[in-house]
């Protein structure tokens, strides 16, 4: 440890709300658009006064990059525009994805102008926000789940570019992308802040693991910072990540999100006896906060169904722990706030959201789940009782990022 740092969060509330902003091809190649489909673009207002009253005001949301970029370089920003305005007469702080998922028609990250492209469209962004909101905190996500995107794309053939064995190549594309995006932002405006969003999972080996599936589930499980350390150089450098890249950390983490390797087989989160390979999300927390030792985030949580209001139960008592130790936590954001459909099968809604959809009303309606607002009232309770009060935290040195 090297010296007691004071760690001020740029965000407006420690709890966000995150609205579903995808535009990618699905898993049948048709393109999907879930701002509208949603009904978010339509009631944008609605949904920001409705946020309020669970002390929500700090929202992601994203851009939509296939729907602004329809002719290479040439840029409709108008809907950022109008969300923009919202979150202005509401006093909604906006996080911006420059990238949630989807590409224009024309491009793959295993396109060889892919980076340019999408390092273009970061410089275009910033102009464009900067003659809206000149003096504005601007929190940027180059790309949202760079692990993600690139094992349902390049492994999983789940979307663009629909590939099996191809996904280091789809997450070094997209990477060489994320870094040369972050350069161009921080060049047209070095006081942007960069957001990542990662998955945060582990994966074990079986009960009486053979040598070899404990190896590859250690491998598996590491894999999950590949993205986050190209971008700080730690891995590839030939890419020019580096440390100064590194700024805020998110974490996205479901109820699925540890598993068993050899065979597949996902871990409970609260079953009755709890299989002691289970791994609590402070624990997770703190060993990501020792590897990167920078401010961090739950970027993405939620829960299905009826366990809603238990899973915000457990989140508050996770976060709590984190904050009561002096880790810089600096947010939770509900995603979705309002419920989504399945990518893949558009009949079929997640209940996922604070509020869920009422598909008989236009929009759709939005009908609240009020155990779940119930509960995270109370997770927000327990939350605000663990925050320290003007706690100097201690941020570990990094030679390694140094």
Known sequence: MKMLTPVASPFRSFWWGGYECTDQLNAFGHRVDFLPLTGHLQLIDADYAAQQPFDIGTVREGIRWAMIEKTPYHYD???????????????????????????????????PMFARRFAALCRAFVDFYRSERPDDVLIVTPINEVSFISWLGG????????????????????????????????????????LT?????????????????????????????????????RLCPELGGAPELLDIVGFNYYYDNQWQLHPYQKLGWHDAQM???????HKLLRKAYQRYGRPFAITETSHPGVDRPQWWRMIAEECAHVLRKGLPLQGVCIYPLIDRPDWDHLHEWHRSGLWDADLSQPGPGRVLHQPSA?????????????????????????????
């Open 77 to 111: 920003f108008s809907t950022v525009k109008a969300m923009l305005d919202a979150g202005q007469r509401h006093g909604v702080q906006q996080v911006w994805d420059i990238c949630h998922f989807g590409y224009p028609d024309d491009l793959t990250p295993l396109h």
């Open 155 to 194: 492994e999983a053939n789940g979307t663009s570019p629909y590939c099996h064995g191809q996904g280091w190549r789809v997450k070094y594309g997209l990477m060489r992308a994320y870094i040369e995006g972050s350069y161009a932002l921080r060049e047209a405006d070095p006081s942007i802040r960069l």
């Open 197 to 233: 969003t990662e998955p945060l999972i582990s994966i074990v080996p079986p009960p009486n693991p053979w040598a070899s599936h404990s190896r590859e589930a250690r491998e598996a499980h590491n894999n999950q910072f590949q993205a986050t350390d190209m971008l700080c150089g």
């Open 275 to 281: 299989d002691p390979r289970w791994v609590p999300l």
């Open 374 to 402: 119930e509960a995270l009232l109370q997770a927000q309770a327990v939350v605000n009782a663990a925050k320290p009060v003007r706690r100097r935290v201690l941020l570990p040195e990094l030679p390694q990022l140094l």
